[in-house]
């Protein structure tokens, strides 16, 4: 069977501070946290989100979109078009099929993360 | 059940190889056979794919076989050969190639997840590179395998023999002839094998395929041995073309017999050397005596070693062919370089992407509209939407929306950020008002233009700032290598995929943003926050077009929104979008340069004209240092301002002074307003000074003319 994937666009707010307040930060309770860089988080969830540096960068995000699998069809796509394997750390990042991917890892499932610009040309090459 | 073999249906046993099935059905190849994959002899195309060793694959029912000879080309598949090819990626800890008793005794003794290759599954290892990283066909994928370590334990290959007639049919190497036994071979005659030997090998005769083998006996004499078959047996020499590609890499290591150096054998003196090249032994003479004295030149020269087989089979006989001649060890065999094996052109493709392009979220606007779509700095953008000159026009009469959404798009903040910010742009940012927009350049070290756009102060501490739509991965790195060189306290934001922006750009640009919420417009080069048409924007008031213009800046996912809201706002003011075409037209006229497009490799703002976006007079920013020596060295060409009556010539037109180049037109158009051609061009010095009147190619005067071509006060963009 053939899984299509349908990216929609993931709401929640970008954060770049630093590494210090981002440690710090209690984040709402079933959100989804992340962690692109020491420096810069990517939230999903609704909440309130208090960041002790005070020149942190908080942004409202809808450039990226994402779409769950599980995790062994991720890892055999990955397989197939990515020349690193998912680890078992929450974010993986790379290129798959020559596209800038994160995958966040929640147990049995992957939700797939790439901004919204190339998400027509990642179903694609699914 | 039945494979077919040149156009002949011909029967097989379960697990039987295709050479094994054809040559028990009769069809014997010419040259040795060796049934173990080193050699080219028994090449056929299977199902279409050229270059298949049909003694590596199982025979299956149906399958397409057409022999053809180690020399010659197999036909080009009239359409696509089966599916794509699939590739993987494997990670493991270790990758042995070779399933002898070397290499199952180094898989056993090595730690963690164990891959072995082996070709007598059909698998086989095409290539080494760094990393270690090994490329190979297994199960008819190609796989990628990144292993930690790399084992090569690929034994050792049969000599075949040189002799007068060893381009004969009927020939087998002793491992060959052990594994066709049970065949009916007719009368076997071995040559050189420790059991059974009739003596050592001198020629082979008969006629297509061998009729006798001519062997000296113990006491010297030559005698003939009719036979229907030949087992030889010449030594053995490393399977080594694995070892050899991976000379010099890390992680990668030959164990076993693959070690061992290759047996001795006797010069050639007759008969076929290189079956895949057609080089016999009379050829290695000729070349020798022409002074091809070494083993890289003699193959060069007659071609031996560089067909199928890689110099499996020639290589040993031309080691012994100079060692005869030099007195010396033969010399080392040449380097061996990817692929191992041949590959389909689809295999060779297999895995391979090519780089996207990114589509703003006006794609599906631009193309309901019949936008006529392009590839521009890594986006898809609109090219027009059919009728580049209306859109001009709406540009300077009325009112359009242009999507600039693909422009550079950061966020940067913290307590240093101006100090930052002092050193990455050559204009002055401290004194830069929360509100402004100040343009600027960005240099290298080397004082080279790289990029350019805005500076808009949000607070004291924190900035937007936009790049080229090509140069903000670029800038992405710059900003952040810096900021971490100069280890000041910065946060830095890419935004460029997370924001959406529209120009809107006319002399009624400010009249339909009024229609759809802005209170207030910002002056000139300032910035606002305001909703427009139900959607946040961040107001950039600046200009491009030449005309009063306004970018919105938004959140990517409110792109559609805002637009067909303007759009409808806009209809009785004549709005209609505009392209890159008409961008391209309305730039020129103002003179903006584009960089990339009108700036080389080595441009300097003093061969640009723009000396006044350096403030020499600054501490510190980067390219200065080079700019204090450039300025004390006389330019050698300047871009500059052309005009010509008529249309525009092409973009990279020659310019000439008298019958001396003088250089080329960079940016080329007809402009509607002025009613002839404006260019930027670069144009090279005579005696310190431009030429006046340089002469396009069909003769043409490109007077030389100061830009801006319109407007030059910017009493529109101002409006």
Known sequence: MVNVHVAETLHGRRIVGSPESLDSVEWPEGSIVARFAPDEVLVLGHGDIAVSDPDAIIVDESGFSGFWMARSEAETWVGRNADWEIEDHRLNQGLVASIPVKLFVAGDEVLVIVATALAYELEARL | ?719
Request: proline letters at 6%.
């Open chain 2, 1 to 719: 059940m039945h494979f077919i073999l040149d156009g002949q249906p011909t029967d097989f046993e379960q697990t039987e190889t295709v050479l094994a099935a054809s040559l028990r059905a009769g069809k014997w190849r010419s040259g040795t056979l060796c049934l173990a994959g080193d050699c080219a002899n028994c090449l056929a195309v299977v199902d279409g794919v050229g270059y298949i060793r049909t003694c590596l694959i199982a025979a299956r029912a149906g399958m397409q076989v057409d022999i053809f000879s180690a020399n010659e080309y197999p036909p080009l598949p009239s359409g696509p050969v089966g599916p794509d090819p699939v590739s993987r990626h494997e990670h493991v800890d270790v990758v042995v190639v070779g399933a002898g008793p070397d290499g199952l005794q180094a898989a056993s003794e090595s730690a963690g997840s164990v891959l072995i290759i082996d070709d007598s599954d059909g698998n086989e290892a095409l290539a080494i590179y760094e990393g270690p990283h090994l490329v190979a066909r297994i199960d008819g994928e190609i796989v990628e395998v990144h292993a930690g370590e790399v084992i090569l334990a690929t034994g050792r290959a049969e000599i075949h023999p040189v002799c007068r007639g060893n381009e004969l049919a009927g020939i087998l190497t002793k491992n060959a002839f052990a594994q066709l036994q049970e065949h009916d071979l007719g009368i076997v005659v071995k040559v050189g094998v420790q059991d059974g030997s009739v003596g050592t090998l001198v020629r082979l005769e008969g006629s297509g395929r061998v009729e006798a083998a001519v062997a000296r006996d113990t006491e010297g004499n030559e005698v003939a041995h009719p036979a229907d078959t030949v087992v030889v047996s010449e030594g053995t020499t490393p399977r080594d073309m694995l070892v050899r590609m991976a000379s010099g890499l890390s992680g990668v290591r030959a164990v076993g017999t693959v070690t061992e150096p290759a047996d001795p054998i006797s010069e050639p003196k007759e008969g076929v050397v290189c079956p895949c090249s057609a080089v016999r032994a009379s050829d290695l003479h000729a070349v020798w005596e022409r002074g091809f004295g070494e083993l890289d030149l003699i193959k060069r020269a007659t071609l031996a070693g560089t067909g199928t087989c890689q110099g499996s089979v020639c290589v040993p006989h031309i080691r012994a062919f100079i060692s005869a001649r030099t007195g010396e060890a033969p010399p080392p065999p040449f380097t061996a370089r990817p692929f191992a094996r041949q590959l389909t052109m689809g295999e060779a493709a297999a895995g391979v992407s090519l780089p996207p392009f990114r589509r703003t979220g006006l794609d599906e606007a631009h193309r309901a509209l019949g936008g006529r779509m392009d590839r521009f700095g890594g986006w898809w953008r609109p090219w027009n939407y059919g009728d580049s000159l209306s859109e001009y026009w709406a540009v300077r009469q009325a009112v359009s929306l242009g999507d600039v959404g693909t422009l550079g798009k950061f966020e940067v903040s913290g307590p240093e950020v101006t100090e930052f910010l002092e050193r990455i742009y050559p204009c002055r940012v401290t004194d830069l008002a929360v509100g402004r927009s100040r343009y600027a350049l960005v240099f290298d070290e080397r004082g080279t233009v790289i990029d350019d756009g805005m500076i808009n102060r949000i607070s004291e501490t924190r900035f937007t700032l936009s790049f080229t739509s090509g140069g903000a991965g670029f800038m992405d790195m710059w900003l952040r290598d810096w900021a971490e060189t100069w280890n000041h306290r910065v946060h830095i934001l890419d935004r460029t995929t997370s924001l959406g922006a529209i120009n809107v750009t006319g002399p009624l640009a400010q009249e339909l943003l009024l229609r759809a919420g802005l209170e207030a417009a910002p002056g000139f080069l300032r910035h606002t926050t305001v909703v427009i048409a139900g959607v946040p924007c961040q107001v950039y008031r600046l200009s491009f077009t030449g005309e009063a213009s306004f970018e919105l800046h938004h959140s990517f996912d409110r792109s559609d929104q805002l637009w067909q809201s303007l759009m409808a706002l806009g209809q009785d003011l004549g709005i209609r979008p505009h392209g890159l075409d008409a961008l391209f037209t309305l730039r020129l006229e103002k003179g903006h340069i584009i960089i990339g497009m009108d700036t080389e490799a080595d441009s300097h703002i003093y061969r640009l004209g723009m000396e006044w976006a350096a403030k020499m007079d600054k501490r510190d920013f980067i390219g200065r240092p080079a700019l204090t020596r450039l300025e004390r060295i006389p330019i050698d060409r300047k871009l500059v301002g052309l005009t010509t009556a008529g249309d525009a010539p092409m973009e990279g037109a020659v310019l000439w002074s008298g019958d001396e180049f003088a250089g080329y037109v960079t940016s080329s158009r007809f402009s509607p307003t002025l009613g002839y051609s404006v260019m930027l061009g670069w144009v090279k010095l005579e005696d310190g000074r431009v030429p006046d009147e340089p002469v396009l190619g069909d003769g043409r005067v490109a007077r030389l003319t100061p830009t801006p071509f319109l407007d030059p006060d910017g009493q529109r963009a101002r409006g």
